[in-house]
């Protein structure tokens, strides 16, 4: 009986010890790819750079087989570059950066690269919309009042163009909450 009784004191010290011998630990060096799934939405039209979003890990980082950060480890992310969409030509655009993770209940500072997109240009499709106008207006122009009158049309047609350019080409960029990023580290990060 005294046999048993060291043996199950050293099971039970274990068994305590455990989850702290299990926690995450290591070192992520640079060029690791990080997936973020955000919990709050976030616009370009709204934002503001270095305002905070919260997210948590999508899956597991493992570094030589070992997890080193949990799905599910919370993040906070940052607003890294942002531009609300113009009326003609300024496309929008939203990036964010990792900023930090907790990680057994201790918040790490990390480098990363940005996510997030840029709309393309608009500006030949904006040109499209006013060249149209123009043509359109001088050949109603041109059929009712000849040369003169080709011109004030093309003028007239040129700012409907314009209007209806400024009026269909303001497109914002969101990302509703659980939107997935990944991120790349830059710069190696331990955690203990």
Do not use: C
């Not at 087989?65 to 609300?84: F, H, R």
């Not at 950066?97 to 209940?105: A, D, E, I, N, P």
């Not at 080409?169 to 710069?187: M, N, S, V």
């Amino acid at each position: 009986m005294k046999s048993r009784i060291p043996l199950v004191s050293i099971f039970l010290a274990l068994a305590l010890l455990w989850p702290a011998l299990a926690q995450a630990s290591g070192t992520i060096p640079a060029g690791v790819k990080i997936t973020v799934v955000t919990d709050q939405s976030v616009s370009s039209k709204t934002a503001k750079i270095g305002e905070t979003v919260t997210g948590s890990v999508a899956h597991d980082v493992t570094v030589d087989g070992k997890v080193v950060i949990p799905k599910g480890a919370p993040v906070k992310l940052t607003v890294s570059s942002v531009q609300a969409s113009g009326r003609l030509s300024t496309p929008a655009k939203l990036y964010l950066r990792l900023r930090s993770m907790t990680v057994g209940g201790k918040t790490y500072t990390i480098a990363t690269s940005s996510a997030g997109r840029t709309l393309g240009g608009k500006g030949k499709r904006d040109a499209g919309f006013i060249g149209g106008g123009a043509a359109g207006g001088a050949v109603i122009g041109a059929l009712a009042g000849g040369g003169k009158g080709a011109a004030i049309g093309a003028a007239a047609g040129a700012g409907a163009g314009t209007a209806g350019a400024a009026a269909t080409g303001k497109k914002d960029i969101e990302f509703p909450a659980e939107t997935r990023l990944a991120f790349t580290t830059r710069a190696a990060v331990t955690i203990n």
